[in-house]
């Protein structure tokens, strides 16, 4: 597609958005982890850059490991590249 996924809107709001509108309601805190985390700052969540850039969702996903935050965790990788 060549555009940032998570910034498609949809009836005027974008993807991340309606994720993170759901997120926020299901859980304690909602973290959003992105290679391009100035992409991201404005929203109502905790942003944090890729530990390991470059390697997809795997790579968001370390960050967890460094930095354990609750005794669970659920990862959803909902914007992914195709």
């Known amino acids: 597609m060549g555009e940032n996924k998570a910034l498609i809107r949809i009836d005027g709001i974008t993807i991340i958005d ?6 926020n309601r299901l ?11 100035k992409m ?9 850059t890729d530990l390991l850039p470059d390697q997809g969702v ?6 967890d490991s460094f930095f354990p935050l ?13």
Not at 18 to 23: G, H, Q
Not at 27 to 37: A, G, Q
Not at 70 to 82: A, D, R
């Open 18 to 23: 309606r994720i993170l509108a759901l997120f």
């Open 27 to 37: 859980f304690e805190e909602t973290i959003v982890v992105s290679s391009e985390k």
């Open 40 to 48: 991201f700052i404005h929203l109502d969540a905790r942003v944090y």
């Open 58 to 63: 795997l790579g968001g996903c370390t960050l």
């Open 70 to 82: 609750f005794s669970i965790l659920s990862v959803s990788p909902v914007i992914c590249p195709s």
